[in-house]
């Protein structure tokens, strides 16, 4: 299974093209088993400007399998992951994107990303870019 972050299923809903999107059709395309966060849904469902855009967004999301992404294990990893990047002097952003990457690396779940918070999962921890390690 390939998770995929929020920003890229933004991007598919409202028809951009860009690498990242061109990626997740070709996986929908080969069949690949797509997953969808919970917390990713929330992103893209509270984005939503009308309930038209919200009921065609859920319809689309409901389609590929919902991953819950915290439960204690990951929390307490995703604290030590953070802690473990600040100490290399680097600050995520964004609480989500850390349990996000934490439950991918413990996993061994690629994410589909376009986020710059996640490259250094990528580069000190271990987690797999759908980019540059397809399944």
Known sequence: MILVDSSIWIDKLARRRNLQTQALEALIIAGQDIGVGDLMLVEVLQGTRDERTYRAAHARLSEFATVQISDHRVAV????????????????????????ATRCILDRLPLLYSDRDFDPFVQHLGLRSALADPE
């Open 77 to 100: 990893q995703a604290a030590r992951h953070y802690r473990c990047l600040r100490g290399l002097g680097i600050t995520i952003r964004k609480t989500i994107d850390t349990l996000i």
